[in-house]
């Protein structure tokens, strides 16, 4: 096995401070970022303020400002103790921002490194920041990164009926789109509510293409630990809501599969509480037996740009008591955006007739998304 070699030349938009600094300047800033929002090693939030910006509140996503938040925990406002900012969530009561809390500023500028899965809550938080200017006037500033699954797209298309925090637009699983090129598309497709359109400013990335292989240099979030978590992701998702652990309590999350019991694999695992992490993991404190996936992810998915359901088919038509596999249809339906694919593993569907009825809705996608993509695409 090849090692993946990754693109060290790739500039991200925060980085390129020349093409958007002075715009800021005289004007009031709320920052939509996370620990991923980092400037040349150093936080944008302090980035900003060093150079004389009026930055006035922070927004923080899933998983906190700092990222010390666990998956699905309410996200606390409060106040940064680095800096002195008001930090409000957008992870709690409120997940979108009021015309109150935007009374104060003129920008809202997002930069936060996403993982280019329809599921991963970055872009439900943007999705409401662009949809809170665009109703306020506020302008909003993209800085955009790469997205480390952007060589592919795969995945159901996510139905209407099926929408929420966790797919808001209809989009595939994988939608091989950066922040910035998802942003133009909900802006001009009119996502947001009432169709309302957001004053929006994109700052690219240099010398990014969607072949490029990009080595996140914090992690996403506390479960996304390596990029063979982050490659494995979009597959390994859809176990969340079924009788399967992948790894959350343990060194290996989103890089592990199993449960007490099972015969399939030869690692075993035990799920603990991590704090900041993970609560009350599934199988807390029981040894589990599965399958180690890690050398697989970091491989796989670039070769073969398709996500991986030979383990969910594998794993379900495989489990003893079928009726119990899934702990929640309805949310699991949500992570898929369809009640279909659910349906299709119940009834044993071959993986080859489950890819196939994604084909024509995906073909419609995919003709979509090229009118929006800023970098040269893998086709």
């Known amino acids: 096995m090849n090692e993946l070699e990754y693109d060290s030349t790739i500039v ?20 939509v970022a996370n ?19 009026n930055v006035v509140k922070v927004f923080a996503p899933e998983h906190g400002f700092r990222g010390n938040a666990a998956a699905g925990e309410t996200v606390e406002s409060g106040k940064d103790s680095r800096t002195g900012l008001p930090v409000i969530s957008l992870y709690g009561s409120s997940k979108k921002p009021t015309a109150q809390m935007l009374s104060d500023i003129d920008i809202l500028v997002f930069d936060i490194q996403d993982v280019g899965a329809r599921f991963y ?20 500033l993209i800085l955009d990164r790469p997205n480390p699954n952007g060589f592919y797209v795969d995945g159901p298309v996510l139905e209407k009926e099926f929408q929420s925090f966790v797919g808001m637009h209809p989009i595939p699983v994988v939608h091989g789109l950066t922040v910035g090129e998802l942003a133009q598309m909900i802006n001009s497709e009119g996502w947001l ?8 400013n994109i700052i690219k990335c240099e010398n990014y293409e969607h072949l490029d292989l990009y080595r996140l240099p914090v992690k996403p979030s506390p479960n996304l630990p390596t990029m063979e ?33 099972n015969d399939l694999g030869t690692t075993t695992f035990t799920p603990t509480s991590i704090p900041g992490v993970v609560e009350n993991p599934k199988y807390e404190n029981e040894i589990c037996s599965g399958s180690k996936l ?5 491989f796989y998915f670039f070769t ?3 996500l991986y359901l030979a383990w969910l088919v594998g794993y379900y038509n495989h489990y003893p008591n079928k009726e119990e596999f899934f702990s929640s249809e309805s949310f699991f339906d ?12 119940t009834e044993e569907k071959s993986v080859e007739d489950i890819r196939s009825s994604w084909q024509p809705e995906l073909d419609k996608f995919k003709l979509v998304r090229k009118k929006y993509l800023l970098y040269p695409d893998f086709e």
């Open 35 to 53: 620990q991923t929002s980092l400037v040349n090693g150093v936080h944008l939030v302090d980035t900003l303020i060093s150079s004389g910006v």
């Open 334 to 345: 949500k992570l898929a955006g369809t009640n279909s694919l659910r349906q299709q593993i």
């Open 193 to 200: 509510f009432d169709g309302v359109k957001c004053d929006l």
């Open 12 to 31: 991200v938009g925060a980085e390129r401070m020349n093409l958007y600094l002075d715009n800021l300047q005289e004007k009031r800033l709320a920052i």
């Open 294 to 298: 890690q050398d697989f992810g970091s």
């Open 229 to 261: 978590s982050i490659y494995l992701y979009p597959s390994l998702c859809f176990f969340e809501p079924t009788q399967v652990s992948i790894g959350r309590g343990t060194d290996l999350p989103f890089q592990v599969i199993g449960y007490p019991g």
């Open 121 to 140: 809550t970055y872009i439900s938080t943007m999705h409401y920041v662009m949809e809170a200017a665009a109703e306020n006037d506020k302008k909003v």
């Open 304 to 306: 073969s740009r398709e």
